[in-house]
């Protein structure tokens, strides 16, 4: 089906899709594709519209796969109902390119709060989590992952306030690696889970690693593991020392509890929801419960492997016994050479190279610096050989999509790395 384009005298380019959706605005842009604010003719009323990347390098039987995946999987995700989830109204091809057809929210993002308000308290961090929590369970019960939780993807509806989770772009859904993916790895490595950046397994604990640093983008204006370089993110997330922000004092245990590396230890949803709402309702710092470790038939390879990363830097329940001075080099040593090769495994496993290491920070997909090593991290920032405590994030401006309606499409902090 061919479009019916129509250019009006602003010099914007109106074109009605599959017969019945007609294109008025683009709202935003990234990695995933456009979003455009819509109208559904037949139903009269206004509709986001998410066109889907087309890959002119395919040959046309590897093309109509990738469509045919393409609309196999965001079908899968239309079936997801949640208060806090986006409400796909329908998918449809036209010109041979799927679009997704999706809930209008007026309203912004997580990210334009952010930018235009600043910070948010403790409060409405907690209500916020809250809400994405529900959502992200309901997708999980689906075996739906979302994969890619960050401020943009968070919309905050006009008038209610009501918190939708939106993008489901690089969502994997049950039989499929990835819904828009095409062989490559895509998110955005400051809120991605360190067993998904080194390749290890990815089920719901990585959505979970992503709301703690959320949270803490919430709480302070930056995500906890922000850098100037791609290699720096690496390291942060992988080895380094995880600084949450002062700002998440309250909810410390909670923040604590989803930043844990290892995704076996890490805090689980309905903890995590409980000593959230234990905060609101009381306002007093939640207690961590105790941690509950699945059987260790059940955890598999993967779990053994993420064990094995617990000797990287982070919140431990209490440091081990100082070493015999005699004994200190050595592992020093040890620990550095363990530091290096996770951190090489975790740039193979996301498919990094020299020429690959390039973040795309705004809407428009501009590059920011290379690397082809770990940056140093940042000064004042301790070795990763000991556990800090929270320290002061100075909070910085989050992307911004254009103001108004928000279908929180753009990626600003995405990147797309080769196999």
Not at 17 to 23: F, N, P, S, T, V
Not at 91 to 107: N, T
Not at 342 to 351: E, F, I, K, R, S
Not at 385 to 408: I, K, V
Request: net charge negative; with cysteine; glycine share 10%.
């Amino acid at each position: 089906m061919g479009h019916d384009c129509r250019m009006v005298t602003e010099g914007h380019n109106m074109r009605v899709i599959a017969g019945r959706y007609r294109l008025e605005a683009r709202l935003g842009r990234g990695g995933m594709g456009v979003v455009w604010r819509a109208t559904d003719q037949l139903l009269r009323r206004g509709v986001a519209v998410k066109e889907l990347p087309y890959d002119e390098t395919l040959s046309a039987a590897d093309a109509r796969r990738q469509r045919d995946r393409t609309l196999r999987e965001a079908r899968a995700v239309a079936q997801l109902s949640h208060p806090h989830i986006i409400v796909v109204h329908d998918v449809v091809e036209d010109d041979e390119r799927p679009y997704i057809v999706m809930e209008l929210i007026e309203g912004g993002s997580l990210a334009d709060r952010l930018a235009g308000q600043g910070p948010v308290d403790a409060a409405e961090a907690a209500r916020i989590a809250i809400d994405l929590l529900g959502a992200l369970r309901a997708a999980h019960a689906a075996g739906v992952l979302h994969r890619d939780l960050k401020p943009e993807n968070v919309l905050l509806e006009a008038g209610t306030d009501r918190v939708v989770l939106t993008d489901f772009g690089i969502a994997q859904v049950p039989g499929s690696p990835t819904l828009t993916e095409n062989g490559s790895f895509v998110g955005s490595p400051e809120y991605t889970a360190p067993e998904r950046m080194s390749g290890a397994r990815t089920g719901p604990e990585s959505d979970l690693w992503s709301l703690g640093a959320l949270m803490c983008a919430a709480l302070s204006g930056e995500s906890p593991f922000h850098r100037d370089s791609l290699g720096g993110i690496l390291h942060a997330v992988v080895v380094g020392d995880i600084q949450p922000p002062a700002q998440a004092g309250p909810l410390l245990p909670v923040v604590q509890g989803l930043l844990e590396r290892d995704p076996d230890r890490r805090l689980d949803a309905d903890r995590a929801e409980r000593m959230l709402r234990a905060f609101r309702d009381t306002g007093r710092t939640p207690q961590s419960p105790p941690p509950e470790y699945p059987p260790a038939e059940q955890r598999g390879a993967a779990g053994r492997q993420a064990t094995a990363r617990q000797a990287a830097p982070g919140w431990q329940p209490q440091p081990p016994p100082s070493p015999p001075a005699s004994e200190v080099p050595a592992r020093q040593s040890s620990r550095g050479m363990l530091v290096a090769a996770l951190l090489v495994a975790a740039m193979a496993g996301a498919g990094v190279s020299a020429a690959a290491l390039l973040m795309h920070r705004d809407g428009d997909g501009g590059p920011a610096p290379t690397t082809s090593a770990p940056e140093t991290p940042r000064t004042g920032t301790p070795s990763p050989s000991r556990t800090t405590s929270p320290g002061a994030a100075t909070p910085s401006a989050a992307g911004t999509s254009p103001a108004g309606t928000s279908p929180a499409a753009r990626h600003g902090s995405a990147t797309e790395m080769p196999p």
